[in-house]
């Protein structure tokens, strides 16, 4: 059975950070793509940042570009999202899922990102 659960999620300042963790497994990790979501109330869920196999081409959003960093460990199932700068703006669910080809196949349940001003 294939999970990913992501973890690192709180409340927290305008200005500070937070590290998101999503741990898999169940999944060849290293044969996937990996990307992060997120959801704000209200809102249609949407494309946060993207991450290939090998780790070596990234992809964000406009909105997190240059504040948010995309990264994996394929030794240890898990991709990571380094958030700096924080808005509150960002608050949302953040989910992280698993791409083969053009489709986000799996999900995580998400976890909650606030952001206070």
């Known amino acids: 059975q294939v999970q990913l659960v992501e973890s690192g999620g709180g409340l927290v300042q305008a200005g500070t950070s937070l590290r998101l963790s999503c741990a898999t497994s169940g999944l060849t990790f290293s044969m996937y793509e990996m990307g992060w979501f997120r959801q704000a109330p209200g809102k249609e869920r949407e494309f946060v940042a993207d991450i290939v196999r090998s780790g070596d081409n990234t992809w964000y959003a406009d909105s997190v570009k240059g504040r948010f960093t995309i990264s994996r460990d394929n030794a240890k199932n898990t991709v990571y999202l380094q958030m700096n700068s924080l808005k509150p703006e960002d608050t949302a669910v953040y989910y992280c899922?698993?791409?083969?080809?053009?489709?986000?196949?799996?999900w995580g349940q998400g976890t909650q990102v606030t952001v206070s001003s």
């Open positions: 899922a698993a791409r083969e080809k053009y489709a986000y196949k799996y």
